[in-house]
């Protein structure tokens, strides 16, 4: 006996294949292991000595790609810039001391840890502040930032040059390496503390 349902089974298929769509294009994915290729430090003192923390506070800056500064201290190009903004060291150091700093949700903190990044409302403006990481992509629609906040970054010093490497989660959960070896110059900036206002001159806004 011929089976007169397979004509009409082929046919639903093909219709209920053709009414679902095209399917969804999967995530970006942006790089999570990137080589920074540039860098530099800012000390700012007892920033925070106004609410009880004596510990001195520096922040770290680091570029990886084609981003740079240009001599108006404009940030240009693609890649990824790593800000680490509150990172606590003692206060009789200027200078970052060799070994592991970790992030940290604890408004007193201690030396060797960092503020994790959180968003801050600054004149009716969404900010990150802390500890995060931006991304410049040639597709503008790409371009955003992550707040870090997990993690550790470990510093050393190798045949005369600085190096970085980092092992970091973002707020989504997603692995954030990363490393850098080279010349790390350390800026001294103003020590008047300011409550609630990020001091990244490169602050991505929302």
Do not use: W
């Amino acid at each position: 006996m011929k089976n007169f349902f397979l004509p009409f089974i082929f046919l639903f298929n093909i219709l209920f294949f053709s009414c679902k769509g095209p399917e969804p294009l999967p995530p970006y994915t942006y790089e999570s292991n990137p080589h920074y290729y540039l860098g530099y430090a800012d000390f700012y003192g007892a920033y925070y000595s106004q609410f009880g923390n004596l510990n001195n506070t520096i922040s770290l800056s680091l570029f990886s790609d084609s981003l740079k500064i240009n001599e108006n201290g404009e940030l240009l190009g693609f890649g990824q810039y790593l800000y680490l903004e509150d990172i606590f060291v003692a206060p009789t150091d200027t200078v970052l001391s060799v070994g592991t700093y970790r992030i940290t949700n604890k408004e007193l903190t201690e030396p060797f840890t960092i503020y994790a990044g959180k968003n801050d409302t600054i004149d009716s403006e969404v900010y990150p502040i802390g500890a995060y990481i931006s991304y410049f992509e040639q597709n503008s629609a790409k371009s955003t930032y992550k707040l870090i906040t997990q993690g550790s970054f470990t510093y050393s010093i190798y045949n005369g040059k600085a190096k970085i490497v980092c092992n970091f989660k973002t707020a989504d959960d997603k692995e954030l390496k990363g490393s850098f070896t080279g010349d790390l110059p350390f800026f001294i900036r103003s020590l008047t503390p300011k409550k609630s206002v990020s001091r990244n001159i490169f602050r991505y806004k929302l």
